[in-house]
């Protein structure tokens, strides 16, 4: 039980790198962006092709980096360009790097047993298991990702982004160009579930063609699991963007953790996309429904007092 527990958390580290990207056009751009699935596996079949090729494990990492930032481009370029509806540019796109994937790998897997990665070096050199090594390379390159984001973020044209998903209007009356936001947000959303899916590749030693399905919900699931976490927190403060970026990769490992319990507890592995249904729509719905019950208190106890008071 708790190797899994610990299995479970090193993949949710690695898989918040995937929360991030996510993070980025669902939270800030409002998008549920459908180039993710499509993506995360791009990620991981270019870099487990270039490691088979005899690449530098950290060059492979940068190539899948490269290959979800491509793939975030033709999303954007498909709708601020051509006009695409977001969602039905993400399809496309998703749809469309199914077959890509396939003539990168020239096959429907690709096995990295006998090649070093960056989990493979690191181990040997600190003698860990497979599953602290993950957390640490895991953590270290969330960390870095979290600052470069919040610094990005902070700046001029970060700034832009942000607001581009919050008011497109007032952004475009002050001047700003929104489809150059929508396309560095696309491209750095993908480009970060890219990099997930390489890290994931070599994390597990494998990359295959359908190891992206499903992680548009499991981005999902684990935002609004972070998010509610980070409003628990006493002395959480509901807008700082750093705790908000460092809760979507908590919320990412609850989500596995939720799943490993889970799984620990007997149910079958092939009702797994049930389970993740029913976490997102829970997580979607119980912050909705408590709001309104708050609301409805709030409601009843304005007019007791009213009452009260005649």
């Known amino acids: 039980m708790a190797l899994a527990l610990l299995s479970a958390v090193s993949q949710g580290i690695l898989w918040g790198i995937m929360v991030l990207g996510v993070f980025i ?24 092709v270039l490691v088979v090729g005899g690449a530098d494990p950290t060059v492979a990492i940068f190539g899948a980096l490269v290959a979800g930032c491509v793939a975030g481009a033709v999303t954007g370029l498909l709708h601020t360009v051509f006009e695409i509806p977001a969602i039905l540019a993400g399809i496309l796109t998703q749809i469309g790097l199914w077959s890509v994937n396939l003539r990168i790998m020239g096959k429907s897997n690709t096995p990295l047993l006998k090649n070093d990665t960056i989990f493979s070096a690191v181990g040997d050199l600190t003698g860990l298991s497979t599953n602290a090594v993950a957390m640490i390379v895991g953590v270290a390159v969330a ?51 890219g990099l997930s899916g390489g890290l994931i590749c070599e994390s597990q030693k ?8 499903g992680a548009i919900v499991i981005g ?15 002395f959480a403060k509901a807008h700082a963007f750093g705790g908000v970026l460092t809760s979507a990769v908590v919320g990412s490992v609850v989500y596995f953790l939720i799943r490993a319990v889970v799984l ?47």
């Open 25 to 48: 056009t669902y939270k800030l751009l409002d998008i549920a962006d459908l180039t993710v699935d499509g993506s995360f596996a791009l990620g991981g079949c270019v870099c487990a």
């Open 143 to 193: 960390v870095v990702i979290i600052c470069a984001l919040y610094w990005f973020f902070g700046t001029e044209i970060g700034s832009a982004c942000r607001a581009t998903g919050s008011n497109e209007a007032m952004v475009r009356a002050l001047g700003v160009n929104t489809k150059v936001t929508k396309m560095i947000a696309l491209t750095l959303s993908n480009g970060l579930v």
């Open 206 to 213: 494998y990359a295959d063609i359908g190891m992206g399905t």
């Open 220 to 234: 999902l699931a684990a935002i609004v699991i972070g998010e509610v976490l980070w409003r628990l927190l006493p």
């Open 264 to 310: 620990q507890m007997g149910m079958d592995a092939n009702d797994m996309k049930l389970l993740s249904a029913i976490i997102v729509a829970l997580a979607l719905c119980i912050p909705v429904v408590w709001e309104k019950y708050q609301l409805r208190r709030a409601y009843a106890r304005a007019s007791r007092l009213e009452g009260g008071a005649e």
